[in-house]
């Protein structure tokens, strides 16, 4: 059996469990397309590590190529298309480097969102009114990027403040509920949207200035502009630099900052939070809540108050 045949049923397979599968796709197809349509046998080690290792590829990109080909073939060996896996055995000893995820302060929030208005000029295929909103929800409710994009009229009840999230990173569907501020953002937003175009229960609610749905390309070009104007930058080069995907981030901070602060009980609160974001358990949770400065001084202020509380007993 030839690559292409392989790896199609592959994703056949992985989708009828329920995977989306969108991302492993596109890095099969890639490497379908580099090394063009050999049989599963006649693949080596070496051409694996060439598409792996290309070079000016980031460190996230080469993790998830090389799990989406080691998951293909075991895949291949189990369904006893290969005798044994080509994945090279010191690609598995490889010390993959971690994004460290950066904390927007209030401050840089605000010179965001002041920033919005010569990030979306009228060349661009975002207005400001779409990309305020849609920052102002990736924070406010802590939304993933593509959650918000999915999200149609039916998924608001702006009575209510709640979005339904379907289709979300671990395909169960969850009820976010919003802040008075932020329910007023969106309804004021889609009653904007109305007087521009005609909106059914399944139109997308953020979309381009010609109606059509908001790309994930769009978004993210726009935020780098945005966050350009706003001189919001830090030392790593390129690639560690502020992200969109970071709002999520800071929100999670934010939030246990100012639980911290009323001394509220965290024991009780985090499982909470991590229903809100979405998380299966508080293991997903906890590498979101980096620890910034301000979050380090509130742990370190509680752990002083308890320890004197103690020396006084």
């Not at 909103?133 to 993933?144: K, N």
């Not at 008075?180 to 005609?198: A, E, Y």
Request: with cysteine; aromatic share 8%; proline share 4%.
């Amino acid at each position: 059996m030839n690559i292409a045949d392989a790896t199609a049923k592959y994703i056949r397979h992985s989708r009828s469990l329920g995977k989306h599968f969108t991302a492993e796709n596109a890095i099969l197809t890639a490497f379908c397309r580099s090394i063009g349509n050999p049989p599963l046998c006649d693949i080596q080690p070496e051409m694996i590590k060439c598409f792996v290792n290309r070079e000016g590829t980031s460190d996230e990109t080469v993790r998830r190529k090389h799990r989406a080909l080691a998951g293909f073939f075991r895949f291949a060996v189990t369904r006893h298309l290969l005798k044994s896996s080509p994945m090279p055995c010191d690609m598995r000893k490889h010390r993959w480097s971690t994004y460290t995820p950066y904390i927007y302060t209030n401050v840089e929030l605000r010179r965001l969102v002041n920033s919005i208005p010569a990030a979306a000029g009228k060349r661009t295929d975002i207005d400001p009114d779409t990309l305020r909103t849609l920052l102002l929800l990736l924070y406010g409710a802590a939304l993933r990027r593509g959650e918000a994009l999915r999200l149609q009229l039916g998924d608001l009840d702006l009575t209510q403040s709640l979005i339904v999230v379907r289709a979300t990173k671990f395909f169960k569907t969850r009820i976010v509920p919003m802040g008075t501020s932020l329910s007023g953002v969106m309804q004021t937003f889609i009653k904007n949207r109305r007087k521009h175009w005609p909106m059914e229960i399944d139109s997308p609610v953020f979309c381009k200035r010609d109606g059509r749905p908001l790309s994930h390309t769009i978004v993210a070009s726009a935020f780098w502009r945005l966050r350009l104007i706003s001189g919001i930058r830090r030392d790593g080069g390129a690639r560690n630099q502020p992200r969109l995907h970071d709002l999520r981030h800071s929100a999670a901070v934010h939030r246990v900052t100012a639980w911290y602060r009323q001394g509220a009980d965290l024991n009780d609160l985090l499982p909470k939070l991590a229903t809100y974001l979405g998380h299966k358990d508080l293991s997903g949770t906890q590498r979101y809540l980096t620890m910034t400065q301000e979050l380090l001084a509130e742990a370190s202020f509680k752990f002083e108050t308890f320890v004197r509380g103690n020396c006084h007993d």
